[in-house]
C-alpha cells in the first residue's frame, strides 16, 4: 500500500487529512513535530510522499524539508502554506518541496496532489541504495555521511567503515578478526585492540547511554554485533 506521512500540529486539521487519505487508500503515518516526522521517515523509508506543514512546535516545515533532501531526492514533498503567506510557497520551492497546498483545501485538491506525485514515482517507491537505515540512524553510502535523528554525526573514515559493515550486517555478531579485515584489509597484521579502541570511540558518538550499549553490542568471547 502506498505510504504518505502527515506532519501537523494541529490535531483537528491532521485527523481531517489522515481520515481523507485513508479513505483514497493510502497507508498514514502521522507526526506533531519536525523530529517526531524525521524519526518516522527513517523508521519507515517506504514512505513515498510527505505532507509538510510549515508552523511546528520544534522546527519550521522548511527545515524538515530541507533535512529530507538531504538524504533523500526521490520523496514527494508537499507543504501546506497558509493563504497569507505568498513567500511561503516559494520558499517551500527553493528547499525542495515538490508542490504545495494552500489552507483551506479540500480533501480532493490534497489527494489528486498525492496522486500526481506517486504517479512520478512510478507507483512503486524505490528506496535507494545508497541508503541504510536502523533505528534513528540514516546512513548515505554516497555522501559517506551518518545522521542519528537527523542530526550528523561526524566519524573519521575507519569508524565510518565500522559502522557501514555493521549496518550491513544488522543482527550478525561479527568477531574483532572479522571487522579488522574488513575495515583495515587482510594486509595489516597490526593488534585487534585496534578494533575495540575504534568501538569505544564510536559508541561515545553514537550511543544514548555508553555504560549500556544498545547500538554496537558486545558478544563475549567473539566480538560485536549491531543491534540487540
Ligand atoms: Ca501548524
Redesign the pocket.
Known amino acids: 500500500m502506498k505510504k504518505v506521512l502527515i506532519l501537523?500540529?494541529?490535531l483537528n486539521i491532521r485527523s481531517f487529512v489522515v481520515i481523507n487519505l485513508k479513505r483514497a487508500g493510502y497507508e498514514v503515518v502521522e507526526a506533531g513535530t519536525g523530529q517526531e516526522a524525521l524519526a518516522l521517515l527513517q523508521k519507515y523509508p517506504e514512505i513515498g510522499v510527505a505532507i509538510l506543514?510549515?508552523?511546528?512546535p520544534d522546527m519550521d516545515g522548511f527545515e524538515v524539508c530541507r533535512r529530507i533532501r538531504a538524504t533523500n531526492k526521490q520523496m514527494g514533498v508537499i507543504m501546506l502554506t497558509a493563504r497569507t503567506q505568498e513567500m511561503d510557497k516559494i520558499t517551500g520551492l527553493m528547499t525542495g518541496a515538490d508542490d504545495y497546498v494552500t489552507k483551506p483545501f479540500s480533501p480532493a485538491e490534497l489527494t489528486a496532489r498525492i496522486d500526481a506525485l506517486f504517479r512520478r514515482l512510478g507507483g512503486d517507491v524505490v528506496v535507494p541504495k545508497e541508503v541504510l537505515t536502523y533505528g534513528p540512524f540514516v546512513m548515505n553510502t554516497r555522501n559517506h555521511t551518518l545522521e542519528k535523528n537527523g542530526k550528523r554525526i561526524k566519524l573519521t573514515q575507519v569508524e565510518y567503515a565500522i559502522v557501514k559493515l555493521f549496518m550491513q550486517n544488522a543482527g550478525s555478531a561479527l568477531s574483532r578478526e572479522d571487522i579488522l579485515t574488513a575495515v583495515w584489509g587482510r594486509e595489516y597484521d597490526g593488534d585487534l585492540k585496534i578494533v575495540d579502541v575504534n568501538i569505544r570511540r564510536l559508541r561515545v558518538k553514537i550511543e544514548d547511554d555508553t555504560a549500556n550499549p544498545t547500538y554496537i553490542t558486545t558478544v563475549w568471547g567473539l566480538g560485536y554485533k549491531w543491534g540487540a
Open positions: 501537523e500540529d494541529e506543514d510549515i508552523m511546528l
